[in-house]
């Protein structure tokens, strides 16, 4: 038969880290293709991202799928515009392959947008910058049953404006080994490190009850960079809140 053409497709997807072991597949690939018996709906949830939309995606398009990510998100880490990609022979409409794709996926995860792209687009590859949000409750209750997977719960007030000094030096291309526990040999050492902002009372409601009148202080460290090594922007936050605390100067 005449050789079937693959069509390479980018998907934005929103996820809730603490439901899953990180993006990157933890089983060897070649597994995704055992699948339980019954309605997919309520199959397991896989480990990782990356695993878990393979599966799916090979079930609905019925061939072998892999799917490449803009970043390597670590277990507990959110996002909500991952850009993933993968090639397909299908030639189901981008509508409804979403919209079939978020009928199956597990709670937590999801597809907002789906096109068609050139075969020379990769996630990771082509992206020019990456923005993470890390969010900081500072002088926060000893518990939240709503907010402990989303923010630091962090006591005591901080010096914003320390904080923001500090961080200006940090602005350019820099080796940024010391901000990551464990550097692979072969990567890059080098990033760029575009922005990063302090926001303070990122979320305000005039509510008399409930969880989001509590997150009034909330304070967001906005990091751009064109990549990052891991655990780079924790330890970026971490050494920036010792400032921000009369620990460093």
């Known amino acids: 038969?005449?050789?079937?053409?693959?069509?390479?497709?980018?998907?934005?997807?929103?996820?809730?880290g603490s439901l899953f072991q990180g993006f990157q597949r933890l089983s060897p690939r070649g597994t995704q293709a055992f699948c339980p018996p019954g309605n997919p709906r309520r199959w397991p949830r896989r480990q990782t991202?990356?695993?878990?939309?393979?599966?799916?995606?090979?079930?609905?398009?019925r061939e072998d799928i892999?799917?490449?990510?803009?970043g390597r998100t670590d277990a507990g880490v959110h996002a909500t515009a991952q850009v993933?990609?993968?090639?397909?022979?299908?030639r189901l409409a981008p509508e409804a392959m979403m919209r079939n794709l978020n009928a199956v996926l597990p709670t937590g995860l999801c597809v907002t947008r789906w096109r068609a792209v050139e075969a020379s687009f990769h996630p990771r590859f082509s992206a020019k910058r990456r923005t993470y949000h890390y969010y900081l409750w500072p002088d926060?209750?000893?518990?939240?049953?709503?907010?402990?997977?989303?923010?630091?719960?962090?006591?005591?007030?901080?010096d914003l404006d320390s904080m923001r000094q500090a961080?200006?030096?940090?602005?350019?291309?820099?080796?940024?080994s010391a901000y990551t526990r464990k550097h692979e040999g072969h990567e890059a050492?080098?990033?760029?490190l575009q922005e990063l902002n302090i926001h303070d009372r990122v979320v305000s409601t005039q509510l008399q009850s409930g969880p989001w009148l509590q997150l009034a202080p909330l304070i967001c460290f906005e990091v751009c960079?064109?990549?990052?090594?891991?655990?780079?922007?924790?330890?970026?936050?971490t050494n920036l809140v010792k400032v921000g605390s009369g620990e460093w100067p």
């Open 1 to 16: 038969g005449a050789l079937e053409i693959k069509q390479r497709y980018a998907l934005w997807i929103q996820y809730d």
């Open 49 to 61: 991202i990356q695993e878990e939309l393979e599966v799916k995606l090979s079930l609905l398009l």
């Open 66 to 70: 892999q799917v490449w990510g803009s």
């Open 84 to 90: 993933i990609a993968f090639d397909t022979t299908s």
């Open 140 to 158: 926060a209750p000893s518990g939240s049953a709503f907010w402990s997977h989303h923010c630091w719960l962090r006591p005591g007030t901080l």
């Open 167 to 176: 961080a200006i030096p940090l602005l350019g291309s820099h080796d940024f």
């Open 189 to 192: 050492r080098t990033r760029n």
């Open 225 to 237: 960079a064109n990549a990052f090594l891991r655990r780079m922007v924790r330890q970026l936050v």
